[in-house]
C-alpha cells in the first residue's frame, strides 16, 4: 500500500486530526507543553554562537546521541518552484520562515508551506508550538538529486501507486466529498490501527515528531513518541536477519563510521514501506551526526530501483527538546476505530433510508 | 560461611524461604567433591555471585530476558485447563498448569475485591468495545492485546530486552511492543510523582548495592496481573528489585501495594532467563491486528449484531 502519511497532506490532515480528538486524551495534557518562544531564540543562539562544544560521549566510547529530539521542521521536504536550484536561504528567509513556522505551527512540511496552515491546532487543546524546532537555511529537505525533488517513479511503480490509491485503505481520503470506505478494520490505515505511524526514516510531521535515543553497550534504542514504538539497533556486525522475518519497522544494523552512527534497514513489511516502496529491493540507510549540543544531523538515503528511478537523499535536522516522550496509549483507546466504522454504518443506514424514501415517493 | 551464604540469599533472592529450608537439608545435592563447578544446581539457591559491570560502575543487565512461569494464566498455584474453545483448538489452546509465584501462596484480597476478582475470571473473555471507558470494564486485557502492565509484562511468555544507560533503563517487551522507561534520576523532566496515569506505570530507579530497586505508581486502573482476573486499582503501588543471581539469571521480586483492593502488601518472585540463542533478538508480536476481528467486529458490515 502507499504510505499515507506521505501521499497526501489531507490524508494526514484527517488522521491527524481524528487522533487528536479521539484517540489519546489521557496523554493529550502531558504533549501540551508550554512553549515558550524565548526557547527558540535560546535554541537559534546556541547553533550559531556554541563555537567551543565538544562531542559527549557514553561511558562505553560511542559519540552520545542520547536525549528527546524532534523532527519537526518547516522547511518543505520537496524545494518550492520558487527557489530553483537554491540549496540555501539567506539568515533573514530562514528567520521569516522559522517565525511564519511558529505562527501556523502544525501545517505540513511535505506539501503545504508555512504561509498556508492547514488547521489550528490549538482548537484541539494542543500547544501552538512545539519547543526545540530551530531554523534551516535548506530550502528543502531532499538534498539529492541537487534540484531538491524527489525522484521521478519507476512506471511500474507510479502504476501500483495509482492503483494503491483507488483501491487501497482509506482510498477515499483523497477526495474529501466521498465517502469514508470502513467495511472492516482492515479498510482502515494503519495509523488509525495503531498498527504502525511508519518509519524508517524519521520525517518531520504535524506534531508528536518526537523521539528519544538511548545507548547501552552495544545497542541504540530510538523511541518514537508516536505509540511508542521502537527502534532496537544492534551495532555488534550481527548479520541481518532471514528473509522470512519481517518486521513493521524493518530491521536494523547499525555501525560507528567516526562520529556518525550509520543504520542500514531491511526485513520491512510490504504493507508498511516508506512511500509504498518494494519491500524485497528497498535498501534504507541512515547517517546520524551529532553536531552540537542541540542538533543531529540526520540524513538518509533510499534506493529502490524498482520505485524510483534514481537513489535519493534527505537531511532532516533533529533538534533537542525537553522531555520525557509520555507513553501513547493507542490500541488501548482506539476510538478512531469504533467511530470511524460505527460511522460507515450510521450513514449506510442514512443512505438506505433515503434510498427508500425516494422508491417510496415514486 | 553458611550464614553469609544464607545473608546473600535473603538480601538477593526471592526464593527465601526454599532457599533457607533446602540450604539447611542434609539432603542438598552437591557434586563430587563440591568444588566449585562441580556442584549440581539446586533449584531456588544460587552460589553468591558478583555480576559485570557496565563502564559507568553499575551491575549490568543488559540483555533479552524471559520468565519461564505459567504466571500469566494465574499467579497462583493452578491445573492445567482446557483453554477456550478446545473443540477446534484442541491442544493447541490449553493452558498449562503450574505452581504460583506469589510468596505464601495467598494474596491478600479485601472481601469486596475478591468477588471482583471473580467476576473478573467469569468475563475474561467478555468483549464489548465501546469508544469510551467502558471498553475497559469487562474481558483479559491480554485478550485484547493491550499493554500488560507491571508486573505482568515481565512473566509473559515472551522475552524482553533490556537497555541501560546512565540515566535511563529501557524495558521494551516483544508483547505488544509494550515500552517502559525506567528513569535514573529525578528532574524537572522527570519529576517523581507521575505526570499522568499510563498502562505500564511511572518508574524510577536506583541501585541498592547490586539490585536495581524500581519504585513505580501512576498505574491506570485497567491491567490485570493475570488470565484468573486478579486486578489492581489506580492506587497501585509496586517496587521491584532485580538482581544478578548467575550470568544468565536475574532474580526478580515485586512488592505490590494497592489499599483499595488489598488488605496488604504481597510479593511475587521468580528467576529471569537471559535468552542465549545466537543472534537472538525480539521480533514483532504487535497483536492488533489478530484481535481486531474481535474487537470492532460488532462495527462491520454486515455485522450479525
Known amino acids: ?362 | 560461611m553458611k550464614a553469609i551464604v544464607l545473608g546473600f540469599f535473603l538480601v538477593a533472592c526471592a526464593a527465601i524461604v526454599q532457599a533457607q529450608t533446602s540450604a539447611q537439608q542434609p539432603g542438598a545435592r552437591t557434586g563430587p567433591g563440591g568444588a566449585t563447578g562441580a556442584k549440581i544446581p539446586t533449584p531456588g539457591e544460587f552460589p553468591p555471585y558478583k555480576g559485570p559491570r557496565t563502564a559507568d560502575g553499575k551491575p549490568d543487565l543488559n540483555g533479552i530476558w524471559q520468565a519461564f512461569v505459567t504466571a500469566d494464566i494465574d499467579i497462583q498455584d493452578h491445573d492445567a485447563q482446557a483453554g477456550p474453545h478446545p473443540d477446534i483448538m484442541g491442544a493447541y489452546g490449553a493452558w498449562p498448569g503450574g505452581q504460583g509465584i506469589v510468596e505464601g501462596g495467598e494474596i491478600p484480597y479485601k472481601p469486596e475485591a475478591l468477588a471482583q476478582k471473580k467476576a473478573n475470571a467469569e468475563k475474561r473473555m467478555v468483549v464489548n468495545i465501546t469508544s469510551d471507558d467502558r471498553r475497559h470494564d469487562t474481558g483479559d486485557p491480554e485478550l485484547k492485546c493491550y499493554r500488560p502492565g507491571i508486573p505482568r509484562a515481565n512473566y509473559m511468555p515472551l522475552p524482553f530486552q533490556i537497555i541501560q544507560s546512565t540515566d535511563n533503563v529501557m524495558v521494551a517487551y516483544e508483547f505488544a511492543h509494550a515500552l517502559r522507561t525506567i528513569y535514573m534520576k529525578v528532574d524537572k523532566e522527570t519529576p517523581q510523582d507521575p505526570p499522568a496515569d499510563s498502562w505500564m506505570g511511572w518508574s524510577h530507579g536506583h541501585w541498592e548495592g547490586d539490585t536495581l530497586v524500581v519504585d513505580s505508581s501512576g498505574f491506570a486502573p485497567w491491567t490485570w496481573f493475570d488470565r484468573a482476573g486478579d486486578y489492581h486499582s489506580d492506587a497501585l503501588h509496586v517496587v521491584e528489585r532485580y538482581t544478578l543471581a548467575s550470568p544468565y539469571h536475574i532474580m526478580y521480586e515485586a512488592t505490590i501495594e494497592d489499599p483499595n483492593v488489598f488488605t496488604r502488601p504481597w510479593k511475587v518472585s521468580f528467576p529471569l532467563y537471559r535468552r542465549m540463542e545466537k543472534n537472538i533478538q525480539l521480533v514483532d508480536f504487535d497483536c492488533v491486528e489478530y484481535v481486531e476481528k474481535m474487537l470492532y467486529g460488532p462495527y462491520y458490515k454486515n455485522s450479525s449484531k
Open chain 1, 1 to 362: 500500500m502507499v504510505n499515507r502519511f506521505w501521499v497526501s497532506s489531507k490524508v494526514l490532515t484527517v488522521v491527524i486530526t481524528m487522533a487528536a480528538i479521539l484517540c489519546v486524551p489521557a496523554i493529550v495534557s502531558a504533549q501540551t507543553r508550554s512553549a515558550a518562544p524565548a526557547k527558540a531564540d535560546k535554541n537559534a543562539a546556541a547553533n550559531t554562537t556554541n563555537k567551543a562544544w565538544v562531542l559527549p560521549h557514553t561511558p562505553d566510547g560511542q559519540p552520545d546521541l542520547q536525549g528527546y529530539w524532534t523532527s519537526l521542521s518547516f522547511t518543505p521536504m520537496e524545494r518550492p518552484a520558487k527557489y530553483g536550484n537554491r540549496e540555501f536561504l539567506t539568515e533573514e528567509e530562514a528567520a521569516q520562515i522559522h517565525k511564519e513556522g511558529i505562527q501556523h505551527s502544525y501545517e505540513f512540511t511535505f506539501n503545504d508551506l508555512p504561509e498556508t496552515p492547514v488547521y489550528d491546532a490549538t482548537v484541539y487543546a494542543l500547544s501552538a508550538w512545539q519547543e526545540g524546532v530551530a531554523p534551516n537555511r535548506r530550502t528543502s529537505l531532499v538534498v539529492d538529486p541537487p534540484d531538491g525533488k524527489i525522484p521521478a517513479l519507476t512506471p511500474e511503480a507510479a502504476k501500483a501507486r495509482d492503483a494503491a490509491r483507488k483501491h487501497g485503505p482509506n482510498q477515499d481520503y483523497a477526495d474529501p466529498n466521498a465517502p469514508v470506505k470502513a467495511d472492516v478494520a482492515e479498510d482502515l490505515n494503519l495509523g488509525e490501527r495503531c498498527i504502525s505511524f511508519g518509519g524508517p526514516p524519521i520525517l518531520p510531521g504535524a506534531y508528536n515528531s518526537n523521539f528519544k535515543i538511548v545507548q547501552g553497550p552495544g545497542y541504540v534504542m530510538v523511541e518514537y513518541e508516536w505509540n511508542n514504538e521502537i527502534r532496537i539497533i544492534p551495532l555488534d556486525g550481527r548479520p541481518a536477519l532471514s528473509q522470512s522475518i519481517h518486521r513493521w519497522h524493518g530491521d536494523s544494523r547499525g555501525h560507528w563510521e567516526g562520529n556518525t552512527l550509520i543504520v542500514e534497514t531491511s526485513n520491512f513489511r510490504p504493507a508498511a514501506t516508506f512511500q509504498g516502496a518494494n519491500a524485497k529491493t528497498l535498501k534504507m540507510t541512515e547517517y546520524f551526526t551529532r553536531t552540537d549540543q542541540n542538533t543531529i544531523e540526520y540524513k538518509f538515503t533510499v534506493d529502490d530501483p524498482s520505485t524510483w528511478t534514481r537513489p535519493w537523499t534527505a537531511i532532516v535536522p533533529l533538534s533537542h527538546m525537553e522531555g520525557p516522550i509520555p507513553e501513547y496509549d493507542c490500541t488501548e483507546n482506539n476510538n478512531d476505530a469504533v467511530n470511524i466504522l460505527a460511522g460507515a454504518r450510521v450513514a449506510e443506514k442514512a443512505a438506505a433510508e433515503k434510498a427508500k424514501n425516494i422508491s417510496q415517493k415514486q
